[in-house]
């Protein structure tokens, strides 16, 4: 039965001032337990081998890596997925160690910066 790779997903669009620089911050909250779970599905779908924890972590770096090679912005991006210990723990995953874990139990994923380009 085909399903969508990420059934839902929220986020947020801030905008943040430092040094008279504005920056937009886009989150991408993979925090729901059918989330995460989608995204394993995925992973069965096309065959890889990774462990599960990896998979996200890679899945997630992807959804973000796509913006990476911006040139149009004017101000400063940042992508941001995330997930939580609470939701990962549910399925049984271990943090990895190769993240970042914020205040409440905030998992990030991936984070990719994008400097603005004054033309």
């Known amino acids: 039965m085909p399903h969508t790779l990420v059934e839902e997903v929220f986020g947020t669009e801030d905008v943040i001032e430092a040094s008279g620089q504005r920056e937009w911050v886009f989150t991408i909250n993979l925090s729901s337990e059918s989330t995460l779970r989608s995204m394993l599905r995925s992973k069965e779908s096309i065959g890889s081998t990774d462990d599960d924890i990896n998979f996200i972590t890679a899945l997630a770096?992807?959804?973000?890596?796509?913006?990476?090679?911006?040139?149009?912005?004017?101000?400063?991006?940042?992508?941001?997925?995330?997930?939580?210990?609470?939701?990962?723990?549910?399925?049984?995953?271990?943090?990895?160690?190769?993240?970042?874990?914020?205040a409440q139990g905030t998992v990030v994923l991936a984070e990719v910066h994008v400097p603005a380009h004054r033309g």
Not at 62 to 81: E, I, K
Request: aromatic residues 8%; without cysteine.
């Open 61 to 102: 770096r992807g959804l973000v890596n796509v913006f990476a090679g911006q040139d149009d912005n004017t101000d400063n991006l940042s992508y941001v997925p995330f997930t939580s210990v609470e939701a990962l723990s549910a399925l049984g995953l271990p943090v990895p160690a190769s993240v970042r874990v914020m």
